[in-house]
């Protein structure tokens, strides 16, 4: 592809700040995720709530810049979906300084998103079987054991519980 010199490095410093702001959302994302697992540590509903709506909100910024980055990376290479590590092969020289370091500081930014993403997956799936075990000791605790299909009142230790009667008259 044929690129106008002018252009092309405005469009590289476009891009670099396409990928420094992508990553402060990701790291937005990340502190998100850490208030996310500290409510759920402490079980405190209001704050999980709110920063599971954050979450949210952070996700629906960070679609945006993702589609920010793919229309920059459109411009510079004709494709949408170039990965980033392929841009000096596809621009066919090394890139500047400033985006090459953009670049690495959104790599390390979804990497922290990742870890924070399986370990709260690990403490929500703890958190949930020990509300089940709650669950499930409180609902036998009230049952009582034989409250179903205990003995009734007058029977006798051998006689057989469950006795029919023929009432007809």
Do not use: C
């Not at 998100?32 to 759920?40: G, I, K, P, T, Y």
């Not at 402490?42 to 709506?53: C, G, M, T």
């Not at 990376?73 to 979906?81: F, I, K, W």
Request: proline share 2%; glycine share 6%; hydrophobic share 40%.
């Amino acid at each position: 592809m044929d690129f106008q010199t002018e252009t092309t490095p405005d469009w590289l410093a476009s891009l670099s700040r396409a990928l420094r702001d992508e990553a402060k959302v990701l790291e937005e994302l990340q502190k998100a995720m850490v208030l996310q697992r500290d409510a759920v540590a402490a079980n405190q509903d209001d704050k999980l709530n709110s920063s599971s709506q954050a979450i949210g909100r952070v996700e629906r910024t960070l679609d945006a810049a993702k589609k920010r980055r793919a229309s920059v990376v459109h411009y510079l290479t004709g494709r949408e979906d170039l990965a980033l590590s392929d841009l000096e092969y596809f621009l066919g020289e090394p890139l500047p300084l400033d985006l090459d370091t953009a670049r690495a500081q959104l790599r390390l930014a979804a990497q922290a998103v990742a870890r924070e993403a399986v370990v709260n997956r690990v403490v929500l799936r703890k958190a949930r079987d020990a509300n089940d075990a709650f669950l499930q000791e409180l609902f036998s605790a009230v049952a009582g054991e034989g409250a179903v299909y205990g003995r009734g009142k007058g029977e006798n230790e051998g006689e057989v519980p469950g006795r029919l009667l023929n009432r007809k008259a």
